[in-house]
């Protein structure tokens, strides 16, 4: 949840001598799509796998084999069009992609270069200064190639082909976006819509979700673009932002000394916080993109777009408006809570279990509270909470019903971690019921006031701070069980 | 009784299920006389004892239900062989071995046959005259020092010679076709998707298509019946209702309609050739076809077309073999040192030079002048034969516009060597069955074939065409076992 709307400006500018510059960025994002086996074999995808125990004897390219479109791969891809309100193209084209490299047994990768499967989209982002519109300008289906491994054996460099093959989507964004804090809303909210939807599970620290990030700046105001630079193979949201910032930085800094910017391919240094060159536009590779004979062209019938249209769940745009119609939250709280699904699923199924006499307020904050806190604290997904859904429903309900107060809540929350228990049950095993029999509370006040007769004289001659000496005492001697708003009404009356 | 390696497949079948002869018996006839033919150099890869155990097997457990029951069975060194190495007639997979099955190769085991070795053929099917193999020249039993055509060479050699009773080739650009038509023997291209190509080294993807190489049309009527089906596992394999080809083969062809196009007449082709078509036509007249004019206009852009097309997708296709996986590699200091050394000792010279061709031809820049508007030209072609076949069932054609001619005569004159295919490859271009069957001699007495090609899927048609007319025509090669010891 970090970062959303925390902040209440998300642009960004370069200042440099009087010039102000934005930057123009587009992005290329692959994302591996969620699939049992391969997209042109049936080998597993599974990820951590001993090296090259998932490889067929297509994923390897061995003489003789061809591919075979894997259709559930064709269904996953086509789903991320429809919720990326994308074209959806009846006929797509397979190509080559031809180069040499150790990790690419066939010599070629299978793409989709002049007819991808999916056309024109957008997403929408949610940003402090309100919502806006990336435009999405196609997706392709592709094969990922192996991986190459440079530091086991000193002299040789391995290969592991168990990627070989693997389904990749590759998005291509219009350069639509302006800034880091853009880009970083853009990604979440693509792999958002992906979880929602089952084709991607946006994993990035497994790689399932890489971007190539096109940068070029241009005076603000300007409508031309400037030359642009690609940086490759970008796989977390914080170094795409790092990347951003310095190459930015680095195209105003040659504009300003009056250089020109090669249009060039070049990679993003982690450690050294730097991009560096990789290849000019003049040793760009010749990929000799052909459609690939051995695949036919792949024919969508506006059937089975549709069929899959009605398999499409709800997504973020259209749950978070629902939230805001049938839940009364604020457009804040909602952007929060489906901007993952598990989150939403979560908090969902804590409004089914409060049943009717549910507080929507009250599970908005227990969620985004003390929840989110202790996700963060153990650095676990939601879809581990140590709590349940159903138990935290019947702890809100207790708050709800005067049973317990929301402070011993608190108490009870902590209990609750260890193995997911009852509440109700923690209430009576520790004989923590809220004191809301008015009589027993009055005696108890009554007390008080006996005790304390000048205290209450002070406090009736005008020293109303000593109002909260009564409560606290009431509190202390109900064994902090009493009902604070009765404690409250009764005071007053007696006092 | 005649030798058992002179029998076509269909008496081999009989005796076989007769009982009056033994697979082990019909497997020794040919692994003695291929033993004897070493000099033809058909063969890259011997299975000759393994054969023969699995003959013996089959003896004594055997199944007269299947369609090749216990027949040993020679095939072109570009099917992919469980265990056994499978060349393409190339240094680069000189050390391959598979770990599985073509399909084509797989439906004939499956139907009894049982694999004799592996035939030699020009490197990656480039070649009308299997010289450009990497394991030597395939001599032509008809004569000393002549081709046997290509690339399926080592295959036409084979069957003319006696060494296999039929055997199974590629055809890519007339592969099968002109060196049945150099060896007087009977080849024949199905349409494209008749024959899985999963398992089969690949030349150009979408020209490729294997086929039944024989002695006669019937025998190749039922290899065509074995190795004919549809498989998943190759996405161009096309599910249509096959025929019983070889039951289904029939000499009654009275009225079909036969057309002779008159782009075939090509400048410079020799006069025996021209009146081996009229003769061709004469005794498709007698078999009662109604013999009909016709044009296909884009036809002499087929060659330039194929020679776009075929090298774009074999310098794609042959990528996979850089010396990382498997095959030749040869040791160098770097991975692109690596592979340009594995590859320029791996190939040869005319893949090395087709190779070129196809990189240029998709390079940026020069796609749309060439491979695109060779697509669009093949496009055409195709169009030429749909609109021919308004009017007829099948077309007749002469095979090449020559006989086989010597080793080394045409090696070092690429473009000369290309002419061979300029019949065969329009037929490929449009993805039709075409059979070439032997028609007579020129004035050497080396064999001439004429070519039939019919509508997609219409195999039969073709068959029973050549059916008839190869009982008219009544060819025998004569053979005089020259190279015997």
Not at chain 2, 140 to 162: E, H, M, Q
Not at chain 2, 275 to 288: H, P, Q, R, V
């Given at each position: 949840?970090?970062?959303?709307?925390?902040?209440?400006?998300?642009?960004?500018?370069?200042?440099?001598?009087?010039?102000?510059?934005?930057?123009?960025?587009?992005l290329?994002?692959?994302?591996?799509?969620?699939?049992?086996?391969?997209?042109?074999?049936?080998?597993?995808?599974k990820?951590?796998?001993?090296?090259?125990?998932?490889?067929?004897?297509?994923?390897?390219?061995?003489?003789?084999?061809?591919?075979?479109?894997?259709?559930?791969?064709?269904?996953?891809?086509?789903?991320?069009?429809?919720?990326?309100?994308?074209?959806?193209?009846?006929?797509?084209?397979f190509?080559?992609?031809?180069?040499?490299?150790?990790?690419?047994?066939?010599?070629?990768?299978?793409?989709?270069?002049?007819?991808?499967?999916v056309?024109?989209?957008?997403?929408?982002?949610?940003?402090?200064?309100?919502?806006?519109?990336?435009?999405?300008e196609?997706?392709?289906?592709?094969?990922?190639?192996?991986?190459?491994?440079?530091?086991?054996?000193?002299?040789?460099?391995?290969?592991?082909?168990?990627?070989?093959?693997?389904?990749?989507?590759?998005?291509?964004?219009?350069?639509?976006?302006?800034?880091?804090?853009?880009?970083?809303?853009?990604?979440?909210?693509?792999?958002?819509?992906?979880?929602y939807?089952?084709?991607?599970?946006?994993?990035?620290?497994?790689?399932?979700?890489?971007?190539?990030?096109?940068?070029?700046?241009?005076?603000?105001?300007?409508t031309?673009?400037?030359?642009?630079?690609?940086?490759?193979?970008?796989?977390?949201i914080?170094?795409?932002?790092?990347?951003?910032?310095?190459?930015?930085?680095?195209?105003?800094?040659?504009i300003?000394?009056?250089?020109?910017?090669?249009?060039?391919?070049?990679?993003?240094?982690?450690?050294?916080?730097?991009?560096?060159?990789?290849?000019?536009?003049?040793?760009?590779?010749?990929?000799?993109?052909?459609?690939?004979?051995?695949?036919?062209?792949?024919?969508?019938?506006?059937?089975?777009?549709?069929?899959?249209?009605s398999?499409?769940?709800?997504?973020?745009?259209?749950?978070?408006?629902?939230?805001?119609?049938?839940?009364?939250?604020?457009?804040?709280?909602?952007?929060?809570?489906?901007?993952d699904?598990?989150?939403?699923?979560?908090?969902?199924?804590?409004?089914?279990?409060?049943?009717?006499?549910?507080?929507?307020?009250?599970?908005?904050?227990?969620?985004?509270?003390?929840?989110?806190?202790?996700?963060?604290n153990?650095?676990?997904?939601?879809?581990?909470?140590?709590?349940?859904?159903?138990?935290?429903?019947?702890?809100?309900?207790?708050?709800?019903?005067?049973?317990?107060?929301?402070?011993?809540?608190?108490?009870?929350?902590?209990?609750?971690?260890?193995?997911?228990?009852?509440?109700?049950?923690?209430?009576?095993?520790k004989?923590?019921?809220q004191?809301?029999?008015p009589?027993?509370?009055?005696?108890?006040?009554?007390k008080?006031?006996?005790?304390?007769?000048?205290?209450?004289?002070?406090?009736?001659?005008?020293?109303?701070?000593?109002?909260?000496?009564?409560?606290?005492?009431?509190?202390?001697?109900?064994?902090?069980?009493?009902?604070?708003?009765?404690?409250?009404?009764?005071?007053?009356?007696?006092? | 009784?005649?030798?058992?390696?002179?029998?076509?497949?269909?008496?081999?079948?009989?005796?076989?299920?007769?009982?009056?002869?033994?697979?082990?018996?019909?497997?020794?006839?040919?692994?003695?006389?291929?033993?004897?033919?070493?000099?033809?150099?058909?063969?890259?890869?011997?299975?000759?004892?393994?054969?023969?155990?699995?003959?013996?097997e089959?003896?004594?457990?055997?199944?007269?239900?299947?369609k090749?029951?216990?027949?040993?069975?020679?095939?072109?060194?570009?099917?992919?062989?469980?265990?056994?190495?499978?060349?393409?007639?190339?240094?680069?997979?000189?050390?391959?071995?598979?770990?599985?099955?073509?399909?084509?190769?797989?439906?004939?085991?499956?139907?009894?046959?049982?694999?004799?070795?592996?035939?030699?053929?020009?490197?990656?099917?480039?070649?009308?005259?299997?010289?450009?193999?990497?394991?030597?020249?395939?001599?032509?039993?008809?004569?000393?020092?002549?081709?046997?055509?290509?690339?399926?060479?080592?295959?036409?050699?084979?069957?003319?010679?006696?060494?296999?009773?039929?055997?199974?080739?590629?055809?890519?650009?007339?592969?099968?076709?002109?060196?049945a038509?150099?060896?007087?023997?009977?080849?024949?291209?199905?349409?494209?998707?008749?024959?899985?190509?999963?398992?089969?080294?690949?030349?150009?993807?979408?020209?490729?298509?294997?086929?039944?190489?024989?002695?006669?049309?019937?025998?190749?009527?039922?290899?065509?019946?074995?190795?004919?089906?549809?498989?998943?596992?190759?996405?161009?394999?096309?599910?249509?209702?096959?025929?019983?080809?070889?039951s289904?083969?029939?000499?009654?062809?009275?009225?079909?309609?036969?057309?002779?196009?008159?782009?075939?007449?090509?400048?410079?082709?020799?006069?025996?050739?021209?009146?081996?078509?009229?003769?061709?036509?004469?005794?498709?007249?007698?078999?009662?076809?109604?013999?009909?004019?016709?044009?296909?206009?884009h036809?002499?852009?087929?060659?330039?077309?194929?020679?776009?097309?075929?090298?774009?997708?074999?310098?794609?296709?042959?990528?996979?073999?850089?010396?990382?996986?498997?095959?030749?590699?040869?040791?160098?200091?770097?991975?692109?040192?690596?592979?340009?050394?594995?590859?320029?000792?791996?190939?040869?010279?005319?893949?090395?030079?087709?190779?070129?061709?196809?990189?240029?031809?998709?390079?940026?820049?020069?796609?749309?002048?060439?491979?695109?508007?060779?697509?669009?030209?093949?496009?055409?072609?195709?169009?030429?034969?749909?609109?021919?076949?308004?009017?007829?069932?099948?077309?007749?054609?002469?095979?090449?516009?020559?006989?086989?001619?010597?080793?080394?005569?045409?090696?070092?004159?690429?473009?000369?060597?290309?002419?061979?295919?300029?019949?065969?490859?329009?037929?490929?271009?449009?993805?039709?069955?075409?059979?070439?069957?032997?028609?007579?001699?020129?004035?050497?007495?080396?064999?001439?074939?004429l070519?039939?090609?019919?509508?997609?899927?219409d195999?039969?048609?073709?068959?029973?065409?050549?059916?008839?007319?190869?009982?008219?025509?009544?060819?025998?090669?004569?053979?005089?076992?020259?190279?015997?010891?």
């Amino acid at each position: 949840m970090d970062g959303i709307m925390s902040k209440n400006n998300s642009k960004y500018l370069i200042e440099r001598n009087n010039n102000v510059y934005e930057v123009v960025i587009g992005l290329e994002v692959h994302a591996q799509v969620t699939s049992n086996s391969k997209l042109f074999s049936s080998s597993s995808t599974k990820f951590g796998a001993e090296p090259n125990t998932q490889v067929s004897l297509v994923d390897a390219a061995f003489p003789g084999m061809l591919p075979v479109i894997n259709e559930y791969c064709v269904k996953q891809a086509i789903k991320t069009g429809i919720g990326l309100k994308a074209k959806i193209n009846n006929k797509s084209v397979f190509d080559r992609k031809n180069y040499f490299y150790a990790d690419l047994p066939q010599g070629y990768q299978i793409s989709q270069y002049k007819y991808p499967i999916v056309g024109e989209g957008n997403v929408i982002l949610d940003m402090p200064e309100g919502q806006k519109q990336v435009g999405i300008e196609r997706l392709h289906l592709e094969q990922d190639a192996g991986k190459s491994i440079h530091d086991v054996d000193p002299s040789n460099t391995l290969v592991d082909l168990n990627r070989s093959g693997v389904a990749l989507m590759e998005i291509v964004s219009k350069p639509d976006l302006r800034s880091p804090d853009e880009v970083n809303a853009y990604i979440k909210k693509l792999r958002s819509i992906m979880r929602y939807l089952g084709t991607c599970d946006g994993n990035m620290q497994e790689g399932s979700l890489r971007a190539d990030v096109n940068v070029s700046v241009r005076i603000k105001g300007s409508t031309d673009l400037g030359t642009r630079c690609e940086i490759k193979n970008v796989n977390s949201i914080k170094f795409m932002q790092m990347a951003i910032i310095y190459e930015a930085n680095r195209q105003v800094d040659l504009i300003e000394e009056g250089d020109e910017i090669d249009q060039e391919t070049r990679l993003f240094d982690t450690k050294k916080n730097e991009t560096r060159s990789m290849r000019s536009k003049e040793d760009a590779h010749d990929y000799r993109y052909f459609p690939d004979p051995d695949l036919l062209p792949l024919e969508i019938t506006d059937e089975f777009i549709d069929q899959l249209k009605s398999e499409i769940p709800e997504l973020p745009d259209d749950k978070k408006k629902r939230f805001i119609d049938e839940f009364k939250i604020s457009p804040y709280e909602a952007t929060i809570l489906v901007s993952d699904i598990d989150t939403a699923k979560y908090f969902e199924e804590v409004v089914a279990k409060m049943g009717k006499n549910r507080d929507m307020k009250l599970a908005v904050n227990w969620i985004t509270g003390e929840l989110f806190a202790v996700l963060n604290n153990k650095n676990i997904e939601i879809a581990q909470s140590p709590i349940s859904a159903k138990n935290l429903a019947k702890l809100i309900n207790l708050i709800k019903n005067g049973t317990i107060s929301g402070k011993i809540a608190k108490t009870i929350f902590e209990l609750m971690l260890d193995g997911d228990i009852d509440p109700q049950i923690i209430v009576e095993e520790k004989g923590l019921k809220q004191q809301s029999d008015p009589k027993a509370l009055e005696a108890l006040i009554d007390k008080i006031i006996n005790d304390n007769r000048e205290k209450a004289i002070e406090y009736k001659q005008g020293k109303e701070k000593l109002f909260g000496f009564f409560v606290g005492q009431a509190m202390k001697a109900s064994g902090g069980k009493a009902n604070p708003q009765l404690i409250n009404e009764i005071l007053k009356k007696k006092l | 009784m005649t030798e058992i390696t002179s029998l076509s497949l269909f008496e081999l079948i009989k005796n076989i299920k007769g009982k009056k002869i033994s697979s082990n018996e019909i497997a020794k006839s040919f692994v003695d006389r291929s033993e004897k033919s070493k000099k033809l150099n058909t063969y890259v890869t011997e299975n000759f004892e393994n054969c023969l155990k699995l003959s013996k097997e089959f003896d004594n457990n055997p199944n007269f239900d299947l369609k090749l029951p216990g027949i040993p069975i020679a095939v072109k060194d570009l099917f992919c062989t469980n265990e056994l190495r499978t060349t393409a007639g190339s240094n680069i997979l000189n050390n391959f071995v598979p770990t599985y099955e073509s399909t084509v190769t797989q439906n004939i085991w499956n139907e009894g046959g049982i694999l004799l070795g592996k035939l030699n053929c020009d490197e990656f099917a480039m070649g009308s005259s299997n010289e450009t193999s990497f394991f030597g020249n395939v001599q032509n039993p008809i004569a000393k020092d002549l081709v046997p055509g290509g690339s399926s060479g080592g295959s036409s050699s084979a069957v003319a010679a006696n060494l296999t009773p039929v055997t199974i080739g590629t055809d890519t650009g007339g592969s099968i076709r002109q060196p049945a038509s150099f060896t007087g023997t009977v080849g024949l291209k199905p349409t494209y998707g008749s024959c899985s190509r999963y398992g089969i080294v690949a030349f150009a993807s979408s020209l490729d298509q294997a086929g039944p190489m024989s002695k006669d049309v019937k025998d190749s009527s039922i290899l065509l019946e074995v190795i004919s089906s549809f498989d998943k596992k190759d996405s161009t394999s096309i599910d249509f209702k096959r025929n019983n080809y070889s039951s289904e083969l029939t000499r009654n062809i009275k009225g079909i309609k036969i057309g002779i196009p008159k782009e075939y007449r090509v400048d410079g082709m020799p006069d025996e050739i021209e009146s081996l078509w009229k003769k061709g036509i004469e005794y498709a007249k007698d078999c009662g076809a109604e013999i009909i004019d016709i044009s296909l206009p884009h036809t002499s852009y087929a060659l330039p077309t194929y020679y776009i097309v075929a090298p774009a997708e074999a310098s794609s296709n042959l990528a996979r073999y850089d010396g990382v996986k498997y095959g030749l590699r040869s040791s160098g200091e770097s991975l692109i040192d690596m592979y340009e050394k594995t590859r320029s000792e791996g190939f040869g010279e005319e893949v090395k030079r087709r190779i070129m061709i196809g990189t240029y031809v998709l390079s940026s820049g020069y796609y749309d002048a060439y491979y695109l508007k060779a697509q669009k030209v093949r496009q055409l072609i195709k169009q030429d034969f749909d609109q021919a076949y308004n009017k007829v069932d099948a077309i007749l054609t002469p095979s090449t516009p020559s006989s086989a001619f010597k080793i080394g005569e045409k090696s070092n004159d690429p473009v000369s060597m290309y002419l061979n295919d300029i019949f065969t490859v329009p037929v490929n271009l449009a993805g039709l069955p075409g059979i070439s069957i032997p028609a007579g001699t020129d004035k050497n007495n080396y064999p001439l074939g004429l070519q039939i090609i019919g509508k997609p899927f219409d195999e039969q048609t073709v068959l029973n065409i050549a059916y008839s007319m190869e009982e008219k025509i009544n060819y025998k090669n004569n053979i005089t076992d020259w190279w015997m010891e």
